[in-house]
């Protein structure tokens, strides 16, 4: 399984997905047709578009993409009025076959109501959306905050070398929020190095890992008591950290 990372409008990432032994070629998210197809021309085929959610900037380019190219469309079931062009209607926890690729559907509600990410157990790898971001998550447009914490903890127990993709390069905005209120985290401050390199050379800070994030993104933290104290709220349940943090993220 090899992956390209391509950057699409101002900070969206779409994911092609080859799959050697078979030919097979996905795109996760295409944002924009005229990026993707830059890459996809190269492999002359797309036999699959996989959505995460129905936002404008994650399936910009699926029309285009299947007019030119024949693929087929997946994604939630509970989005198959927005997805444009959707063909496959795709169930929480459920397999699906691209090539010798298996993945699995994880359901996270939160940022949309029909949000999913895309799980590839066996090699490791989570597409993620805009759930899950490194060191963030996304705003809670559809849903309730103690929805996207329950979808949080979902892929906060995936195991911790599984790789994340995410929809968006978000990290040095993200970076900054989590030393406003984390500032004791050793392993935050070893990132700031890491994250400015990368940037510097115009490089993704993408992929993350979700061992990573748990020890950095303070959204996976909010049982940390640091974090309760520098809040001033040392006796809130975890959920009413989460809904405090989001709604700080929101004005910062
Ligand atoms: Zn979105
Ligand atoms: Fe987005």
Redesign the pocket.
């Known amino acids: 399984m090899k992956i390209e990372i391509i950057s699409c409008l101002n900070d969206n990432y779409s994911y092609l997905i080859f799959e050697k032994e078979t030919n097979i070629i996905s795109i996760v998210d295409p944002s924009d047709f005229n990026a993707c197809d830059e890459v996809i021309r190269k492999y002359k085929k797309l036999d699959y578009i996989l959505n995460t959610?129905h936002?404008l900037?994650?399936v910009g380019g699926n029309l285009e993409l299947k007019d030119k190219y024949n693929s087929k469309i997946l994604a939630s079931e509970k989005d198959k009025r927005r997805i444009p062009g959707i063909d496959i209607l795709l169930k929480d926890k459920q397999i699906f076959k691209i090539g010798n690729l298996e993945f699995k559907i994880i359901f996270i509600p939160g940022?949309?109501s029909g949000h999913i990410a895309f799980y590839f157990k066996k090699e490791k790898i989570l597409f993620s959306g805009?759930t899950l971001f490194s060191l963030g998550c996304?705003r809670v447009f559809e849903g309730t905050h103690a929805e996207m914490l329950n979808s949080l903890n979902k892929l906060k127990s995936l195991p911790s070398d599984t790789k994340v993709y995410c929809?968006h390069e978000y990290t040095k905005r993200n970076l900054d929020f989590c030393l406003k209120y984390d500032n004791k985290n050793q392993f935050l401050k070893d990132k700031i190095k890491e994250v400015n390199l990368r940037l510097k050379d115009n490089l993704p800070t993408i992929p993350t890992s979700i061992g990573d994030e748990i020890k950095t993104n303070i959204f996976l933290r909010c049982e940390d008591k640091a974090i309760k104290q520098a809040l001033s709220l040392k006796d809130s349940s975890d959920q009413e950290i989460f809904a405090k943090l989001r709604d700080l993220k929101d004005a910062f």
Request: hydrophobic share 0%.
């Open positions: 959610h936002h900037d994650h940022h949309t805009d996304g929809g």
